[in-house]
Structures are given as structure tokens and as C-alpha cells.
């Protein structure tokens, strides 16, 4: 957005330069106290908490989570399904968004551009798993064509947003 502070359609309300660095400072580690956040960003406590209060009361804050390795935890295989249909009305995508929806696999979801109609994030433990996986989601509905793309190693994977800096006019 070009406008000085980026302001919130739904409220009316702008993020200025300490809401956005709270929301870097939560995104790095949402474990530290309010005090702490404060101090990094230069408020005292209780204004600091009433942000962050407004910050989720907006929705800007959706949930403070904890990131789990996936190898850790035996789920060492991430798959990028990319899924292509030939059927666009709206109760079929309202049946396939439930039926997907409803996979625990599935961790991300997405309706694309291009020559791919959706594409999925799984993460199971190992072929076979996917295997399973595969089969639940090709019955779930009619599809045109299936594609999975396997991940040898994961090089990159943040769940911080960049925040944009306040640019000064």
C-alpha cells in the first residue's frame, strides 16, 4: 500500500511503526513476556499489552502457536500436490474445500492462477502414508488430474510475515 500506515478495512484503525514492530517482535518469539516486548519496542507494559490486545481484537493477530519440528515428531515426508479440475461450479469446490478441509494432512490449501487449479501442502510420514492420503483425495471427488511433487530438503521455511516499515513522506 502506498499510504503512510496501513489501515485495517474492517475498523478504520491504521498500524503505525509500534504496531508493526510488535508484530516482528511476536513473530520472532510470542513466548516473551509483555515487559519484554515493551522494552524492544520502546513502550511500557500496559500500553504495550493493550496493542497487543487490539492487535488480536482486529484480527491481525490470528493465534500465538508453537512451531513444531516435523522430523521430530515422524512426519519426515512433505508433499506439494497440485490438483486440476475440470468441474469449476460452486458446489463442486464447496464439497472438494470440505473433503480437504477435513484432512489433517493437509496443512496448507490454496485455490491457484495458472495452469494448476489448487495446491496442497501435505506432510506425512512416508510413502506408503501418502499412498493412503492419495486415495482418500482422489475419492473425495471428481478430479481431472493429480500431481505430486515429493520434497528432497527443506532449504527455507519461515513463519514470520516481512512487515512493511512505515515509509516516511
Request: charged share 25%; glycine share 4%.
Amino acid at each position: 500500500m502506498t499510504d503512510a500506515a496501513l489501515q485495517l478495512a474492517e475498523t478504520g484503525r491504521r498500524l503505525d511503526t509500534i504496531d508493526r514492530k510488535i508484530l516482528t517482535v511476536l513473530q520472532e518469539d510470542a513466548s516473551l513476556s509483555v515487559a519484554e516486548i515493551g522494552d524492544r519496542v520502546g513502550l511500557s507494559s500496559t500500553p504495550c499489552w493493550k496493542r497487543i490486545q487490539r492487535l488480536e481484537a482486529d484480527g491481525v493477530i490470528l493465534k500465538r502457536v508453537a512451531l513444531v519440528d516435523q522430523n521430530k515428531i515422524g512426519l519426515g515426508l512433505s508433499v506439494f500436490v497440485s490438483v486440476e479440475s475440470s468441474d469449476h461450479s460452486d458446489a463442486w469446490l464447496k464439497r472438494f474445500a470440505a473433503a480437504v478441509s477435513a484432512m489433517p494432512e493437509v496443512m496448507e490449501f490454496y485455490r491457484m492462477a495458472g495452469d494448476v487449479d489448487y495446491m496442497l501442502r501435505v506432510v506425512i510420514p512416508d510413502m506408503q502414508s501418502y499412498d493412503v492420503f492419495y486415495k482418500k483425495l482422489i475419492h473425495a471427488v471428481p478430479l481431472k488430474n493429480v500431481t505430486s511433487r515429493f520434497a528432497m530438503e527443506k532449504i527455507k521455511s519461515i513463519t514470520a510475515l516481512p512487515v512493511p516499515l512505515i515509509l516516511v513522506e
